[in-house]
């Protein structure tokens, strides 16, 4: 089946569609609030060249473990590589914005 959409635009639009929801969820869960869309979907696909790198580097594949357990439990087969970007770009996206604010990067000096 030819959806007549380009593969390399397909797979773009997929990457920013998973970058900004992995963005999202890192930005939740370290700062407890969203940055707005696009600063959200450029720390999920920086995020997901980092995760994706750092699995990489241990072997391992970020996707498989999860789409089995939910292939088992609902009968559902997912796209490995779609889940593994999102556990990827999540992974690294929280751990972009650990080090930042270790760091102090993007702390507001208050004026009194």
Do not use: H, Y
Request: net charge positive; no cysteine.
């Amino acid at each position: 089946m030819d959806s007549g959409i380009p593969a390399d635009v397909l797979n773009w639009v997929i990457m920013i569609l998973v970058g900004g929801v992995a963005g999202a969820i890192a930005a939740r869960v370290v700062k407890g609030d969203s940055f707005g869309l696009i600063i959200n979907t450029l720390l999920g696909i920086a995020g997901a060249i980092v995760g994706g790198f750092l699995f990489n580097l241990v072997n391992i594949n970020a996707g498989a473990g999860i789409v089995k357990v939910v292939e088992k439990q609902f009968s559902v087969t997912l796209p490995e590589n779609v889940i593994g970007m999102m556990v990827a770009g999540t992974f690294g996206a929280i751990l972009i914005l650990f080090v930042a604010k270790q760091l102090g990067i993007g702390k507001r000096s208050r004026r009194d």
